[in-house]
């Protein structure tokens, strides 16, 4: 995606076959079978903007080549170190975390049990472990095991990028005092506003588009600003995670402003918002939905990146005091 | 009003470039043509084809579940990987085919299906025949 492309996630593939072998004594040679599409477990990192020394959420996608997904449950991640593309090394262990699942909004979120193969009208979501920490930047790979219902211990290793620093704004850091478009903005399209506009000539949540960002670093209110494009998601895991953002606001709409900012200004074209520009374009490359709490301060408390719990983010607002 | 004076929307255009793994045609006869392909993968003709009558069949459901199933089992995920290989090379169509592909999920988040779902999914199904078209495949239309 990507010299001027929105790249929904980064994404490093490997496809891990899950390998049946035969052998048999006298030293004949050993065969093997490839696995029928509906037994290859794939493995997606979900994150992007992985970087050193803080501790992030690292989210894993896992689906069978007949779009079956994994969901529901717990998996266990292993990360190693295998270098950078000058020095390679051997996998090194680094962190171990369990990952719990995040369904896609509007999905079924599973109740308490193992992982299972799911179709995805069933479930779709990701695994997200939290506090991950990364000592060093290169290439990391990550093992992740599971324990699936009717199939026994699957495993399946990716492999991604982890950054010296952060590319895009991250917690810690003061946020940018953007100009987004909302709906008081003139002389602009409206689907720039929110894409789904396109839909039927309305914009669904116009109270996510009555303030800037900047507007909420004045007042010294919190935020909570989702950027995402609802209809030019291309991802596997696109869902309504602007609609999740909308609901929040609606409970937690006296602890911080919500804000929902649109990534495309003309799709067709190629053209990004400028507010979306500023946030998340980076060397020829943006990628969402991201999502971030700022707080009254301004100083940035967190961020999301793909998928998003709603009991967490919820968790979140929580702490905030009501904005007087 | 100052602020918002000031903060009118510089658009940033940004030129396309080729994907490393995008879909490319030509050589000699004696060379068969990649497949289309984007940021999600390539598509095949079987696949294509696959999720163009998982939406006749969507459009052709009794009730909303039979309808989720259908689309979310059978063509959602192939509909993005061709929006991303149309998108490589034409990106109105792939822009026409995520507008109608959005239209046809909102309405299947409703418990019950609106009056006007089959014409959507038909026009879903227009779009990605189009997408597919400027990606150089072709595959039937819905009976």
Known sequence: MWAMRVRALAWVVVVVALVATSCSSGGQPATTTTPPPSQQLNLEVASTDLYVGAPQRVGVGMFFADERTLSFGTTDLAFAFIGTAQAPVKPKPGPEATASYVPTPETPAGTGQSPAVTSPSQARGIYVAENVMFDRAGFWTVTVTAQVKDRGTLTAMTTFPVAQKPALPAPGQPALPTQNLTMHSKGVPRAAIDSRYTNDGTIPDPELHETTIAQALKRHEPALVVFSTPVYCISRFCGPVTDLVDALSKRYGDRAVFIHIEIYRDFQQQVINQAAADWLYRNGELTEPWLYLIGADGTIVDRWSSLWSREEVAAELEQLPPMT | ?143
Do not use: K
Request: net charge negative; glycine share 12%.
């Open chain 2, 1 to 143: 009003m100052r602020g918002r004076r000031r903060g009118g929307v510089l658009a940033l255009s940004v030129a396309l470039s080729l994907a490393a793994c995008g879909g490319g045609y030509g050589g000699d006869a004696s060379t068969p043509s990649p497949l289309p392909s984007g940021s999600l993968g390539v598509v095949t003709p079987g696949a294509a084809a696959a999720a163009v009558q998982g939406l006749c069949d969507v459009r052709d459901a009794p009730d909303a579940p039979v309808a989720n199933a259908a689309f979310y089992d059978r063509t959602h995920q192939e509909l993005h990987v061709i929006a991303a290989a149309t998108e490589e090379r034409d990106r109105q169509a792939a822009g026409a085919l995520l507008e109608a592909m959005q239209r046809v999920e909102a309405e299947l988040e409703r418990p019950l299906l609106p009056g006007g779902f089959s014409a959507d999914v038909e026009a879903l199904a227009g779009a990605t025949r189009g997408a597919l078209d400027s990606i150089g495949l072709d595959v039937p239309a819905c009976t």
